[in-house]
């Protein structure tokens, strides 16, 4: 199977640009956790092997709930990925952050209730540290890329992952706020967690659409008229989005071995190896192999 160093996960204009620069191969792949929402596309882009996956799957026919958060990571690290950069429409919860801007986040609230978060939900207990939900050493370079970019870029913010579909009350969006809250968005969580427990590096670029429902609408605009704007605003973040990670591209040179994410499991399985059963091992070969080796 071919193999990519970066994975990308976001919406189809992503991919489109993958498809219409450098003619990106799709790869039909299967994982213990069932298919991912979408063949991976492979491509060499600004000299580097990447990996896009649409993560609301083709025609985006995925609710946020329903994406194969776990198919997706495995199939990242089954293609030999070692850093993930992902996107995702969000609301804005700040004045500043203004719709069209993007913004790397630094932290993350998980309000998702209805997901599958983890790998290790039997047959042995495995505890990862979060503190830290995004990579600093990803976003650090995502961060020197936002200099080069004819955009607003704010290199902070704290996105609270709800759980959807329906948008958040106003009641809920003022709470967000208080909560310290930046940007309101579905898809998040429990991506970043299994990122973690895959030992692979993980970074968000968050694309603000609209303000969420804390800042009234002007009443005299039309409903149609304020979807138009939305779209036009996520049209005009995931351009943004694009020259950032393509700047990102460019600053990468070779993998950053020396991450703590790549350590992850290192101190977090808590379970005796011994009473690992050897068809679960087998199973996971793929996340914890090398952790089991005596």
């Given at each position: 199977?071919?193999?990519?160093?970066?994975?990308?996960?976001?919406?189809?204009?992503?991919?489109?640009?993958?498809?219409?620069?450098?003619?990106?191969?799709?790869?039909?792949?299967?994982?213990?956790?069932?298919?991912?929402?979408?063949?991976?596309?492979?491509?060499?882009?600004?000299?580097?092997?990447?990996?896009?996956?649409?993560?609301?799957?083709?025609?985006?026919?995925?609710?946020?709930?329903?994406?194969?958060?776990?198919?997706?990571?495995?199939?990242?690290?089954?293609?030999?990925?070692?850093?993930?950069?992902?996107?995702?429409?969000?609301?804005s919860l700040r004045e500043?952050?203004?719709?069209?801007?993007?913004?790397?986040?630094?932290?993350?609230?998980?309000?998702?209730?209805?997901?599958?978060?983890?790998?290790?939900?039997?047959?042995?207990?495995?505890?990862?540290?979060?503190?830290?939900?995004?990579?600093?050493?990803?976003?650090?370079?995502?961060?020197?890329?936002?200099?080069?970019?004819?955009?607003?870029?704010?290199?902070?913010?704290?996105?609270?992952?709800?759980?959807?579909?329906?948008?958040?009350t106003r009641a809920e969006?003022?709470?967000?706020?208080?909560?310290?809250?930046?940007?309101?968005?579905?898809?998040?969580?429990?991506?970043?967690?299994?990122?973690?427990?895959?030992?692979?590096?993980?970074?968000?670029?968050?694309?603000?659409?609209?303000?969420?429902?804390?800042?009234?609408?002007?009443?005299?605009?039309?409903?149609?008229?304020?979807?138009?704007?939305?779209?036009?605003?996520?049209?005009?973040?995931?351009?943004?989005?694009?020259?950032?990670?393509?700047?990102?591209?460019?600053?990468?040179?070779?993998?950053?071995?020396?991450?703590?994410?790549?350590?992850?499991?290192?101190?977090?399985?808590?379970?005796?190896?011994?009473?690992?059963?050897?068809?679960?091992?087998?199973?996971?070969?793929?996340?914890?192999?090398?952790?089991?080796?005596?």
């Amino acid at each position: 199977m071919a193999k990519a160093e970066v994975g990308i996960i976001g919406g189809t204009g992503l991919g489109d640009v993958l498809l219409r620069e450098v003619g990106a191969v799709p790869v039909d792949m299967q994982t213990p956790f069932g298919p991912p929402s979408a063949s991976p596309l492979l491509a060499k882009w600004e000299g580097v092997d990447v990996a896009f996956l649409a993560r609301h799957g083709e025609g985006h026919t995925l609710s946020p709930t329903q994406v194969p958060y776990r198919a997706n990571i495995w199939a990242m690290k089954q293609l030999g990925v070692s850093r993930v950069i992902a996107s995702g429409a969000t609301g804005s919860l700040r004045e500043e952050i203004e719709p069209g801007h993007l913004v790397i986040c630094d932290q993350v609230i998980d309000k998702t209730s209805r997901r599958a978060s983890t790998f290790f939900d039997e047959g042995l207990a495995v505890h990862a540290e979060m503190a830290d939900p995004f990579c600093p050493h990803l976003r650090e370079v995502l961060c020197k890329a936002g200099e080069h970019v004819d955009m607003t870029v704010h290199q902070s913010g704290t996105y609270i992952c709800m759980e959807g579909p329906q948008f958040s009350t106003r009641a809920e969006s003022n709470m967000h706020r208080q909560w310290g809250g930046d940007l309101i968005g579905m898809t998040c969580m429990p991506e970043a967690k299994l990122a973690r427990e895959a030992e692979l590096c993980y970074a968000l670029v968050a694309l603000p659409t609209d303000y969420d429902c804390w800042r009234p609408h002007k009443k005299e605009q039309a409903q149609d008229d304020l979807l138009a704007e939305i779209l036009g605003n996520l049209k005009r973040a995931t351009d943004g989005a694009v020259s950032l990670i393509r700047a990102a591209l460019r600053q990468m040179g070779g993998d950053s071995g020396g991450c703590k994410c790549r350590d992850a499991l290192k101190l977090a399985i808590w379970s005796s190896k011994s009473d690992i059963a050897p068809e679960l091992r087998e199973r996971l070969e793929l996340l914890i192999g090398h952790r089991l080796v005596d």
